[in-house]
């Protein structure tokens, strides 16, 4: 349970919730378009070779289709190339059949324009997409004006693709001056799921450790409470030499309940790491040797630790994974920890500005410490980063 | 449980969850509440544009100035009912909204009526659209879609009425549809956005609980080390040292009963206290004890009939990270927050705490878990006094049957 998108896939979602909103946009301007030609020909307000402008919107609908299925930069150059066309047709035969629509500063004129500005640039972050709308803008502006020009029309500006086109940017920049301002509610958030399944668990582990209780020393102390005084019963002795025996000379409960007093792990930057990085909406999942950490000496188990921070934040940062696993291994003489998430990965030989914390904050902590880094990775199919440091001489 | 409490939890716990971005990611849609003023602004200033661009076609220009106003109106009752301090925004005020807009329409277009020259350039539709492109992130896809429909034919309507005094001679449905398009595909793309934002925020929901399964495990270690830590302080303090003595000695006096009874009580009546504090308890403990607070003594949590079960994990969620919030001021009093619960039939909680933190800093830490509240179907409100804070959520009066 959690509420709300965390911060790191509130940036993708987004993109693609703004992306969807402008092909559904796009998609009722070029039937609204389709619409009003029909009307206006069916009305007899336009000759009848006004149908075929209709019919050349087509092709841009299907492109829409065919992009809102999955937005690729080829998809979206054909889009704006066959709408640039599509719209040069569309105005030419529209005024070739309407006499009474003497320029361009028409709502049935801009609604291919609003089309190709909307759906250009959405989907691929805010500067990006307003270059991507300032270029659908600018072709199918030129498409209309080669059409009313070869139409024997007056080219006007019209206010309403220039709104369109200025609400679009308005929206992309307001997308990029805000994203990521939920994350420290979010965190407080999601630290409480987590701490609200520990109270349960607690409570629940807390009846069976009573229940213990009750049937141990509780009981061993009614039974000294109300025998008579004189020699300890032999029995009874027995049963209060078992109880000290189960609860361990320093006076803890049953074997198999771990204090965890001399664990490394809960103290560790690495289990801080972990949490902050779960604090953020990341779902990090710990598996195998983990006690594997109390062989390493306290500057390797630091290192270690500020080294998979750095990869959990690479995997906020960069992957767009939701998930991550931290895994544990060990042979004699070293210990392993992987970090390994699902998302976009990267080519490892091209790593960019943006792996700067991989190799200073990852390879130079864990070389230091004496250790070794593996790094695998390819596009989309995720990135596994394996560090390998020597066990403490003494352990 | 009584049966009170029972009808209590099935009650809200039944309510309906609609599927907006204001229910599903109420954090997200604070985040972007700025989005409403601002569109609500550029409409505002279209309007006054075309106002003056129309001022020759204008029939009667005080009706064009109290469209304006209603235009206005509209605009600040949206921004001030999307507030994130006031969620969640209702079907009502859905409504309200639309409709004041709709009026201010309406009253342009018989401000210019009869000599309006084209529909394109009138604002009425386009300060309808902006408002409509913001309501899917509060209201239900095709509710506003459905309140769409009837503006663009209202709308549409009053254009196609319009057609007799238009400079275009054109069949009067093609300026139907002028008006309504910007109607249409404004509010389709609000729809595609919340639509797009809310599948999104149900799959990583799912992910999230599958990740929350698997991390059981690592979280029943991190509470059996919990428990058995208090179970040997407690054991430690004296049952221990005195059964081991008693082992040695191998003999019992007078004064060994006594103390073991007394040792069994207090041992038994920690153990029953430690069993019966409720989630509520503990969370305001665990809260506590990561600023280093000793959580024993006084009860901070006063919940006499358990009414804390009825919060859903949405609730206990944020309500979980509020008390760690407040908890972790470092203006606090430690020993002086605390939560008492009251009314059975709708459970009101008040959280009470001292600090010396500056009102500005208290309001924007606990407003967005305020809001997060409301949009979970409570009500929350919250009191900033010079030496402390009250801190009020409560589920809603239910209606007599």
Same mark, same amino acid.
């Given at each position: 349970m959690?509420?709300? $998108? %965390? !911060?790191?896939?509130?940036?993708?979602?987004?993109?693609?919730? $703004?992306? /969807?909103?402008?092909?559904?946009?796009?998609? +009722?301007? $070029?039937?609204?378009?389709? +619409?009003?030609?029909?009307? !206006? /020909? +069916?009305?007899? /307000? /336009?000759? %009848?070779?006004?149908?075929?402008?209709?019919? +050349?919107?087509?092709p841009m609908m299907a492109l829409l289709v065919l992009l809102s299925r999955g937005r690729t930069v080829a998809l979206t150059v054909a889009y704006l190339l066959v709408g640039a066309v599509c719209t040069f047709f569309y105005i030419y035969l529209l005024f070739e059949s309407t006499p009474e629509y003497r320029d361009t500063n028409l709502l049935v004129v801009a609604l291919p324009v609003v089309a190709m500005t909307l759906v250009g640039g959405t989907g691929t972050g805010s500067l990006v997409g307003v270059l991507w709308a300032t270029l659908g803008f600018a072709l199918a502006e030129a498409a209309v004006f080669l059409g009313a020009t070869a139409a024997g029309r007056v080219f006007r500006p019209d206010a309403i693709s220039l709104s369109a086109y200025l609400l679009l940017v308005g929206v992309l920049a307001f997308d990029g001056l805000t994203r990521g301002s939920r994350s420290r509610t979010q965190g407080a958030i999601h630290r409480a799921v987590r701490d609200a399944r520990l109270v349960d668990l607690r409570r629940e582990l807390l009846a069976e450790s009573t229940a213990d209780l009750h049937d141990t020393v509780l009981s061993e102390l009614v039974a000294v409470a109300t025998v008579e005084p004189g020699e300890l019963p032999a029995r009874l002795r027995q049963r209060i030499e078992s109880d000290l025996l189960r609860l361990g000379a320093a006076g803890l409960p049953p074997d198999d309940v771990p204090t965890g007093d001399d664990d490394p792990w809960y103290e560790s930057e690495l289990r801080r790491a972990i949490e902050d990085a779960r604090d953020e909406g990341l779902a990090v999942d710990v598996s195998g040797e983990r006690e594997a950490l109390g062989r390493l000496s306290a500057d390797a188990r630091r290192a270690v630790g500020l080294a998979v921070r750095q990869c959990l934040v690479n995997v906020l940062r960069h992957s767009g994974s939701a998930t991550a696993e931290v895994a544990f291994s060990c042979g004699d003489a070293s210990v392993s920890v992987m970090v390994v998430d699902g998302g976009r990965g990267f080519a490892v030989g091209s790593a960019s500005s943006d792996r700067l914390g991989l190799r200073q904050s990852v390879h130079e902590r864990i070389s230091k410490a004496g250790g070794t880094v593996t790094v695998y990775s390819a596009e989309d199919v995720g990135t596994t980063v394996i560090m390998t440091l020597p066990v403490e001489e003494a352990a | 449980m009584s049966k009170v409490m029972s009808e209590t939890i099935v009650h809200y716990r039944s309510l309906p969850v609609e599927r907006t971005p204001q229910r599903l990611d109420p954090l997200g849609v604070q985040s972007a509440w700025l989005l409403v003023p601002l569109l609500g602004a550029v409409a505002v200033a279209y309007a006054v544009f075309s106002t003056v661009v129309h001022r020759d076609q204008l029939r009667d220009p005080a009706l064009a100035g109290w469209a304006l106003a209603v235009l206005v109106v509209a605009v600040v009752v949206a921004a001030v009912r999307t507030h994130p301090g006031l969620p969640p925004v209702g079907l009502w005020s859905h409504l309200a909204i639309i409709g004041v807009a709709l009026a201010a329409a309406c009253l342009f277009a018989a401000a210019v009526w009869g000599r309006n020259e084209r529909i394109q350039d009138d604002w009425g539709q386009i300060a309808v659209a902006l408002l409509l492109t913001a309501m899917p992130l509060y209201r239900p896809v095709a509710e506003v879609l459905t309140v769409a429909g009837v503006a663009a034919v209202v709308l549409g309507g009053l254009a196609s009425a319009q057609s007799p005094s238009l400079q275009i001679a054109n069949h009067p449905l093609v300026f139907a549809t002028v008006a309504a398009t910007p109607v249409l595909a404004l509010a389709c793309g609000g729809a595609g956005y919340a639509w797009t934002m809310t599948g999104e925020t149900l799959r990583w929901r799912e992910v999230a609980r599958a990740g929350q399964l698997r991390l059981d495990g690592e979280l029943r270690q991190v509470a059996a080390r919990m428990v058995a830590q208090e179970r040997a302080t407690a054991l430690n303090a004296e049952a221990v040292p005195f059964l081991t003595a008693l082992a040695a000695r191998g003999v019992i006096t007078d004064e060994d009963r006594v103390q073991a009874r007394r040792i069994a009580e207090t041992l038994r009546a920690a153990?029953?206290?430690?069993?019966?504090?409720?989630? =509520?308890?503990?969370?305001?403990?665990?809260?506590?004890?990561?600023?280093?607070?000793?959580?024993?003594?006084?009860?901070?949590?006063?919940?006499?009939?358990?009414?804390?079960?009825? =919060?859903?994990?949405?609730?206990?969620?944020?309500?979980?990270?509020?008390?760690?919030?407040?908890a972790a001021f470092p203006g606090l009093v430690p020993g002086s927050l605390s939560v008492s619960v009251t009314r059975p039939g709708s459970p009101v909680f008040v959280l009470t705490a001292r600090t010396n933190e500056p009102r500005r800093a208290l309001r924007s830490e606990l407003v967005p878990f305020l809001s997060a509240l409301q949009s979970v179907s409570m009500v929350a409100s919250m009191r900033v006094r010079a030496d402390g804070l009250t801190v009020r959520f409560a589920y809603p009066e239910r209606r007599a049957p």
């Amino acid at each position: 349970m959690s509420l709300g $998108l %965390p !911060s790191h896939l509130s940036r993708a979602a987004n993109s693609r919730a $703004l992306a /969807t909103a402008a092909r559904w946009a796009a998609l +009722v301007c $070029l039937v609204m378009a389709a +619409v009003n030609v029909a009307v !206006s /020909t +069916v009305g007899g /307000t /336009t000759g %009848p070779t006004s149908w075929i402008s209709t019919l +050349v919107l087509l092709p841009m609908m299907a492109l829409l289709v065919l992009l809102s299925r999955g937005r690729t930069v080829a998809l979206t150059v054909a889009y704006l190339l066959v709408g640039a066309v599509c719209t040069f047709f569309y105005i030419y035969l529209l005024f070739e059949s309407t006499p009474e629509y003497r320029d361009t500063n028409l709502l049935v004129v801009a609604l291919p324009v609003v089309a190709m500005t909307l759906v250009g640039g959405t989907g691929t972050g805010s500067l990006v997409g307003v270059l991507w709308a300032t270029l659908g803008f600018a072709l199918a502006e030129a498409a209309v004006f080669l059409g009313a020009t070869a139409a024997g029309r007056v080219f006007r500006p019209d206010a309403i693709s220039l709104s369109a086109y200025l609400l679009l940017v308005g929206v992309l920049a307001f997308d990029g001056l805000t994203r990521g301002s939920r994350s420290r509610t979010q965190g407080a958030i999601h630290r409480a799921v987590r701490d609200a399944r520990l109270v349960d668990l607690r409570r629940e582990l807390l009846a069976e450790s009573t229940a213990d209780l009750h049937d141990t020393v509780l009981s061993e102390l009614v039974a000294v409470a109300t025998v008579e005084p004189g020699e300890l019963p032999a029995r009874l002795r027995q049963r209060i030499e078992s109880d000290l025996l189960r609860l361990g000379a320093a006076g803890l409960p049953p074997d198999d309940v771990p204090t965890g007093d001399d664990d490394p792990w809960y103290e560790s930057e690495l289990r801080r790491a972990i949490e902050d990085a779960r604090d953020e909406g990341l779902a990090v999942d710990v598996s195998g040797e983990r006690e594997a950490l109390g062989r390493l000496s306290a500057d390797a188990r630091r290192a270690v630790g500020l080294a998979v921070r750095q990869c959990l934040v690479n995997v906020l940062r960069h992957s767009g994974s939701a998930t991550a696993e931290v895994a544990f291994s060990c042979g004699d003489a070293s210990v392993s920890v992987m970090v390994v998430d699902g998302g976009r990965g990267f080519a490892v030989g091209s790593a960019s500005s943006d792996r700067l914390g991989l190799r200073q904050s990852v390879h130079e902590r864990i070389s230091k410490a004496g250790g070794t880094v593996t790094v695998y990775s390819a596009e989309d199919v995720g990135t596994t980063v394996i560090m390998t440091l020597p066990v403490e001489e003494a352990a | 449980m009584s049966k009170v409490m029972s009808e209590t939890i099935v009650h809200y716990r039944s309510l309906p969850v609609e599927r907006t971005p204001q229910r599903l990611d109420p954090l997200g849609v604070q985040s972007a509440w700025l989005l409403v003023p601002l569109l609500g602004a550029v409409a505002v200033a279209y309007a006054v544009f075309s106002t003056v661009v129309h001022r020759d076609q204008l029939r009667d220009p005080a009706l064009a100035g109290w469209a304006l106003a209603v235009l206005v109106v509209a605009v600040v009752v949206a921004a001030v009912r999307t507030h994130p301090g006031l969620p969640p925004v209702g079907l009502w005020s859905h409504l309200a909204i639309i409709g004041v807009a709709l009026a201010a329409a309406c009253l342009f277009a018989a401000a210019v009526w009869g000599r309006n020259e084209r529909i394109q350039d009138d604002w009425g539709q386009i300060a309808v659209a902006l408002l409509l492109t913001a309501m899917p992130l509060y209201r239900p896809v095709a509710e506003v879609l459905t309140v769409a429909g009837v503006a663009a034919v209202v709308l549409g309507g009053l254009a196609s009425a319009q057609s007799p005094s238009l400079q275009i001679a054109n069949h009067p449905l093609v300026f139907a549809t002028v008006a309504a398009t910007p109607v249409l595909a404004l509010a389709c793309g609000g729809a595609g956005y919340a639509w797009t934002m809310t599948g999104e925020t149900l799959r990583w929901r799912e992910v999230a609980r599958a990740g929350q399964l698997r991390l059981d495990g690592e979280l029943r270690q991190v509470a059996a080390r919990m428990v058995a830590q208090e179970r040997a302080t407690a054991l430690n303090a004296e049952a221990v040292p005195f059964l081991t003595a008693l082992a040695a000695r191998g003999v019992i006096t007078d004064e060994d009963r006594v103390q073991a009874r007394r040792i069994a009580e207090t041992l038994r009546a920690a153990a029953v206290e430690a069993v019966r504090r409720s989630w =509520l308890a503990e969370t305001v403990a665990l809260a506590l004890s990561r600023r280093g607070v000793d959580v024993g003594g006084a009860p901070r949590v006063d919940d006499p009939d358990r009414l804390e079960e009825v =919060l859903s994990d949405e609730q206990r969620a944020i309500v979980g990270a509020l008390i760690a919030t407040v908890a972790a001021f470092p203006g606090l009093v430690p020993g002086s927050l605390s939560v008492s619960v009251t009314r059975p039939g709708s459970p009101v909680f008040v959280l009470t705490a001292r600090t010396n933190e500056p009102r500005r800093a208290l309001r924007s830490e606990l407003v967005p878990f305020l809001s997060a509240l409301q949009s979970v179907s409570m009500v929350a409100s919250m009191r900033v006094r010079a030496d402390g804070l009250t801190v009020r959520f409560a589920y809603p009066e239910r209606r007599a049957p």
